[in-house]
């Protein structure tokens, strides 16, 4: 450990000579929360920018993998990829003006991001509605390690202006440094988009067959896969129902929360598995999916300006809500029915899965509510907003 403390100090010395010597240029470098990952606000934005880039400016995604370089490289869009080409790396590194991420952790190569004053850091944002809070409402290492990620960065956006100013105070922000210009993953959701991730994930096109989809958010504490906790869960008598009423039920996993005891080997239940599909993105999927099963996910956010229909299993919520806290009451705005049992789930399932209109006249007044604090749904063009915003940057 130490040769390597050692080393790694080494090397930043040396590249922090280096870079003196490198002209800073008009280079924005964007990647997604997980180097392995082609996926959300980032990935939108950069093929947004990538398609109205000019001489002004020249964007790179940032990749460690080498399925999304060739990918990439296909579509002659700009990439840079430390295992594949270090050379180019570090001169684009070395050389941008701007990073971003959907993450609050940017590219930061040997800390020589974090140290440059020359390099503005922006956050595009990940998450939404609720639960965006400081990890833990008590003062411990962990809380104030998040605030710090988050201060680390010149600007952050987020979706609202009635989140920005909660967050802007919540993660102690300096009140010029937040930004509310929506989230360029649900711009997709203002006008059709072509459905072909079911097939991307199974291998065979959807037909007729309706689509569940349950999204279990990252606990900061240990729990087993939340869907175990269900009274009355038996996945062979679930696998059954759903083929009896030609359903499917796909889930995944936070990226941070270990994939144990999940049910798997399902004709009906399909465990999306993030780390071998790189091109799987949620707000894609989401407009194939019929019916969302959820917790405390950003995804309800997205998914309410489809108005489809939501069900709720929140087994842990006493226990969620001490160790990380809410914007705002969860259980008062929640914008759909919760359900506790194998068999209340079964039948909420078939109620608004037939009659999503029901679902509307059910919750109206709470999803105009919600969508009023957690998303501007007069926001529908992200991409191009926070794109004049990075560009207007570059010459500061």
Not at 49 to 74: E, G
Not at 170 to 182: A, M, T, Y
């Amino acid at each position: 450990m130490f040769l390597k403390f050692i080393l790694k100090k080494s090397l930043s010395i040396f590249f922090s000579i280096i870079k003196i010597f490198i002209r800073k240029k008009n280079y924005i470098i964007i990647q997604s929360y997980n180097p392995y990952s082609y996926s959300e606000n980032s990935k939108y934005l950069f093929e947004y920018m990538s398609r109205h880039q000019s001489h002004k400016f020249k964007i790179y995604w940032n990749t460690n993998s080498k399925i999304i370089s060739n990918f990439l490289k296909k579509k002659n869009l700009n990439y840079i990829n430390i295992k594949k080409n270090p050379l180019k790396f570090l001169y684009i590194f070395l050389s941008a003006k701007i990073i971003i991420d959907s993450g609050t952790k940017f590219l930061d190569f040997l800390g020589l991001a974090s140290s440059d004053l020359k390099v503005l850091k922006i956050c595009i944002y990940h998450g939404g509605g609720p639960k965006l809070m400081p990890i833990s409402k008590k003062i411990t290492k962990e809380r104030q390690k998040n605030i710090q990620d988050h201060k680390a960065f010149n600007f952050i956006n987020f979706p609202s202006s009635f989140v920005k100013n909660k967050c802007q105070k919540n993660f102690d922000l300096d009140v010029n440094k937040v930004l509310s210009l929506g989230y360029p993953r649900c711009d997709q959701f203002f006008k059709k988009k072509k459905k072909k991730i079911f097939k991307y994930i199974t291998g065979h096109d959807k037909h007729n067959s309706k689509v569940i989809l349950y999204t279990p958010t990252w606990r900061g504490y240990k729990y087993s896969f939340p869907l175990n906790y269900m009274k009355g869960i038996n996945y062979n008598n679930l696998n059954n129902f759903l083929k009896k009423n030609d359903l499917f039920f796909f889930y995944s996993c936070h990226p941070n929360q270990k994939n144990k005891n999940i049910p798997l080997k399902f004709s009906r239940i399909k465990f999306i598995n993030i780390k071998k599909l790189p091109f799987y993105d949620t707000n894609e999927f989401l407009n194939e999916v019929d019916l969302l099963l959820n917790d405390y996910s950003a995804s309800s956010t997205d998914f309410v300006i489809l108005k489809k229909p939501q069900i709720f299993f929140i087994p842990d919520y006493k226990r969620y809500d001490n160790h990380q806290g809410f914007l705002d009451n969860y259980k008062k705005n929640l914008i759909g029915p919760e359900v506790n049992s194998m068999t209340g789930l079964k039948k909420k399932i078939l109620k608004y899965s037939n009659s999503p209109k029901e679902y509307n006249n059910e919750f109206r007044l709470k999803i105009k509510n919600y969508t009023k604090k957690y998303y501007n749904l007069s926001i529908k063009n992200s991409s191009k907003l926070l794109k004049d915003f990075v560009v207007s940057k570059l010459d500061y």
